[in-house]
């Protein structure tokens, strides 16, 4: 919360200071950058602005408008000795407004990831209709992309993949191709979905899984994934390296 506060206080600040200044910006013909302390200040001044741009942005997407008016106003007054409320009383304020944002933003979070869980069960419903996929009983399909006649791991085993992660809408969240780095890791450490599906390939083959969010990673919300994300992957099992070492 002080974290929010202060950024708001930031913000407030900025807007006020650019209203002060705005009379001696309109006789300003260019923004002189030659030497390293401008280039600082100027520096300064674009990452609070572009933290302030963003910081509005998300407040009207929760359907908070600030005047911006009174935000330079209040910095105005202030600056003068003559703020119209006193320091408890903006302390108060502020808290108010971090306490609805917060609030909103739980709404927002809460209603997508409603949302997010009926639309991965109407994909998966339509997708386990196509041919070639197969549904399992815990509910992981998967695609047979390409086989061999390789071994196929266990559970305690360490494997070698390349894979390709997206949402439903097609947005990438994560790729070892894009790295051009495959990943290694035991199959005992990752989300059930890939656990289970793993187990189905033999090395050298190359599969499609779609996890329904109960075997990817549920409720969470990790930014790049949403929380209740049905998750899609296009996983290349390259190597069986070794087991696992057993937990002391």
Not at 151 to 170: E, M
Request: proline share 3%; net charge negative; with cysteine.
């Amino acid at each position: 919360m002080k974290h929010t506060l202060k950024l708001s206080l930031i913000a407030a600040s900025v807007l006020a200071l650019a209203a002060c200044n705005q009379k001696a910006e309109e006789k300003v013909v260019e923004v002189k950058l030659d030497t390293e302390a401008q280039q600082q200040a100027y520096g300064i001044g674009a990452s609070v602005g572009n933290f302030l741009q963003k910081d509005l942005a998300d407040k009207k997407e929760l359907g908070i408008e600030l005047d911006q008016a009174l935000l330079m106003r209040g910095f105005e007054d202030a600056l003068a000795g003559n703020a119209k409320i006193d320091d408890e009383k903006i302390r108060e304020v502020l808290t108010a407004l971090d306490t609805s944002v917060r609030e909103k933003q739980a709404e927002k979070t809460k209603l997508e990831a409603e949302k997010n869980k009926t639309d991965g069960e109407a994909f998966l419903a339509e997708n386990a209709k196509k041919e070639g996929v197969t549904t399992t009983e815990s509910g992981l399909q998967y695609e047979v992309l390409s086989t061999t006649e390789g071994k196929k791991p266990v559970a305690t085993d360490v494997v070698k993949v390349h894979y390709k992660g997206t949402l439903l809408d097609g947005t990438e969240f994560d790729s070892s191709y894009s790295r051009n780095q495959p990943a290694t890791f035991p199959l005992k450490g990752v989300i059930a979905g890939w656990t289970e599906g793993l187990q189905l390939m033999p090395v050298g083959s190359k599969y499609r899984f779609t996890i329904p969010s109960n075997l990817a990673y549920g409720e969470r919300d990790l930014g790049r994934i949403p929380a209740n994300s049905t998750l899609v992957f296009e996983v290349e099992l390259l190597e069986i390296q070794e087991e696992a070492p057993a937990a002391e």
